[in-house]
């Protein structure tokens, strides 16, 4: 459901990686003690010309920490505001009326617009995207309760400390998702990491709090005492991109949840036995038509899991089909297009 923005996630934290290895390798070159300068021919001039104009070599490490993790932030900032954003514009499709919000929804909106208008008063480039008109008009039209209210999703962004544990929870608790950092710490993504990266050492919070640590410092001290070599800078791309599709898959399961409130969702089955290596599901399956490519949710709550997978191939009592009509409850066979799926976990079709 949110394939392209933790697509986006993933290029850019790839990009800060690959410049981490780069510069660490390079750093590894022109640092080498067994390089004479004396022996250097025509065919390293430009290595020596090199030389001459880098920094020291602490130098440049402090560099790469202050860029690696104030661009990490960034990243990890841009997506959250992205994610809220998406969830606040379905919000109207999944309740028509804005009655139908919960209360902290539209407490989160009105006290949020309010707020935006004053700071339009303030005429800050921030919101130069925003016109009082745009901010008032799905307000009127939702406290009117007209079927086609808007809400701006610029009124749930608003925080003015960094995305720590606490921040993320308010912003998603007013946005209407409670219990966010419950399902963070639950993930898959998030457990891996900390059990086997961190052996146990540190936390899903924790982590956090260095990032934007280690960012406030780089943004704001000019002597910078703590670098991370590569090898914890990687690590740190890692957890970030670990956070984020932890969040993806919260609000995912969230849309699931409430599409099949409204009927526009239905629960189809589970997964029996889950066979990792050839990535296929034993599925017990009532009433319903699969073909491949059928895109399915597979979802359980308690396991902080909700992740979008597709059909390649389905086995009925070992024979394969492209397609086939299930009318009464039985086992199917289903290889996906994932490999972290498992046993327990119920499958949804959109409608």
């Known amino acids: 459901m949110f394939d392209e923005l933790l697509k986006k996630v993933s290029v850019n934290i790839s990009s800060v990686h690959k410049i981490i290895q780069t510069n660490d390798r390079l750093r590894g070159i022109v640092f080498r003690e067994d390089t004479a300068t004396q022996q250097e021919s025509e065919e390293n001039t430009q290595l020596t010309q090199l030389r001459e104009d880098i920094p020291s070599e602490r130098e440049w490490r402090v560099y790469d920490h202050c860029a690696a993790v104030t661009r990490l932030y960034a990243i990890y900032e841009g997506f959250v505001e992205e994610l809220i954003t998406n969830w606040v514009q379905v919000l109207p499709e999944m309740f028509p009326l804005y009655s139908d919000l919960k209360d902290e929804i539209r407490d989160t909106h009105q006290i949020g617009v309010g707020k935006l208008l004053l700071e339009l008063k303030k005429k800050k480039n921030r919101f130069q995207h925003l016109s009082v008109e745009k901010v008032v008009r799905g307000l009127l039209r939702g406290v009117t309760d007209e079927e086609k209210y808007e809400l701006v999703s ?182 996906l297009d994932i490999f972290d799926a498992k046993k327990g976990l119920s499958l949804y079709i959109i409608e």
Request: net charge negative; glycine share 4%.
């Open 154 to 335: 610029d009124a749930f962004l608003l925080h003015e400390g960094n995305l720590r544990k606490k921040a993320i929870e308010q912003l998603f608790s007013g946005a209407g998702i409670p219990n966010t950092w419950a399902w963070v710490d639950n993930h898959r993504a998030i457990k891996y990491f900390v059990e086997n990266v961190r052996a146990r050492e540190n936390t899903a919070e924790g982590e956090l709090e260095q990032l934007v640590d280690y960012r406030n410092e780089a943004a704001h001290r000019a002597i910078i005492d703590e670098i991370l070599g590569e090898a914890e800078l990687l690590d740190l791309c890692n957890f970030v991109e670990a956070l984020c599709k932890s969040l993806a898959e919260l609000v995912t399961s969230k849309i699931i949840e409430r599409q099949i409130l409204i009927g526009k969702a239905k629960e189809i089955g589970n997964i029996r036995q889950w066979l990792d290596n050839i990535r296929v599901a034993r599925a017990r399956v009532k009433e319903i038509h699969l073909s491949i490519g059928t895109k399915l949710f597979l979802r359980k709550e308690t396991s902080s899991y909700c992740c979008l997978a597709t059909i390649e191939s389905i086995k009925i009592d070992e024979i394969t089909k492209n397609e086939v009509e299930i009318t009464e409850e039985r086992d199917v066979h289903l290889q």
